[in-house]
């Protein structure tokens, strides 16, 4: 695989399988993800991702992934959490 630039990756985050347990927070070294106010991961500075793997490896609940950034291509919800309006969880 060839070597991917610091900001020329995408990280997406899947709100509604993230538990917010904050490892994929504590293994990242480029800061680039956080815990917002509903205790969910997002992405914070996406621009700092250094496509080490690290978030995507140690999510337990696979809610996380990296991909190589193409032209116009997004992650659902931009990866941030927003209540569900079905769900009790929120």
Do not use: R
């Not at 900001?7 to 899947?14: A, D, I, M, P, S």
């Amino acid at each position: 695989m060839a070597k991917i630039s610091k900001g020329q990756t995408l990280v997406c985050v899947y709100p509604d399988w993230c538990k917010g347990c904050g490892l994929c927070v504590a293994f990242c070294p480029g800061k680039v993800l956080e815990l917002n106010p509903l205790g969910k991961a997002e992405v914070a500075h996406p621009e700092e991702c250094i496509n080490c793997g690290f978030c995507e490896l140690h999510c337990p609940d696979f809610a996380i992934a990296i991909k190589p950034k193409a032209s116009g291509q997004s992650c659902p919800s931009h990866g941030k959490a927003e209540p569900n309006p079905n769900s009790d969880e929120y």
